[in-house]
C-alpha cells in the first residue's frame, strides 16, 4: 500500500513503533496533555500555503521540514483511527506536520 501512497501538503506517512519500544527518558511539560506517539517517517508531502496577511488573500508557500528516516514524537491524537476513506497498515499512520512534538536519535521514553 506504501508503494501507491503520495502524501500532499503537509501530510506525513509515519510507521509507528510499538508502545513497548523504549531506553533514555525524556519529560514533557504538564501543558502536553494526552499520550504521545512516536515513529519513522516514510513519505512527506511538499508542504502547504500560509497565508502572509489576513484579508490580503496572498500566501507563501512553506515547505516540509521532515524527511523520510526522520524520527519523530507526536500526539496519539493525530492519527485517526478510524481509517476512513484509506486503507494502512495497523503500524502506519497519516499524520500532519504540525502536530510533531520533536525529532530525535535512537530510541526514547516520553514521559508525562
Aim: proline letters at 6%; aromatic letters at 6%; charged letters at 25%.
Amino acid at each position: 500500500m506504501v508503494a501507491d501512497l503520495r502524501p500532499l501538503n503537509d501530510v506525513v506517512l509515519v510507521k509507528l513503533d510499538p508502545p513497548d519500544k523504549l531506553s533514555d527518558v525524556i519529560v514533557t511539560p504538564d501543558t502536553v496533555s494526552g499520550y504521545t506517539r512516536k515513529g519513522t517517517v516514510l513519505r512527506v508531502g511538499p508542504g502547504r500555503h500560509k497565508l502572509t496577511k489576513a484579508g490580503t488573500g496572498k500566501t507563501k508557500f512553506v515547505p516540509t521540514q521532515l524527511q523520510p528516516g526522520d524520527r519523530i514524537a507526536f500526539m496519539a491524537a493525530a492519527v485517526d483511527t478510524q481509517k476512513a476513506n484509506y486503507t494502512l497498515d495497523d503500524d502506519q499512520a497519516l499524520i500532519r506536520e504540525e502536530d510533531v512534538l520533536f525529532t530525535f536519535e535512537g530510541n526514547i521514553k516520553v514521559q508525562l
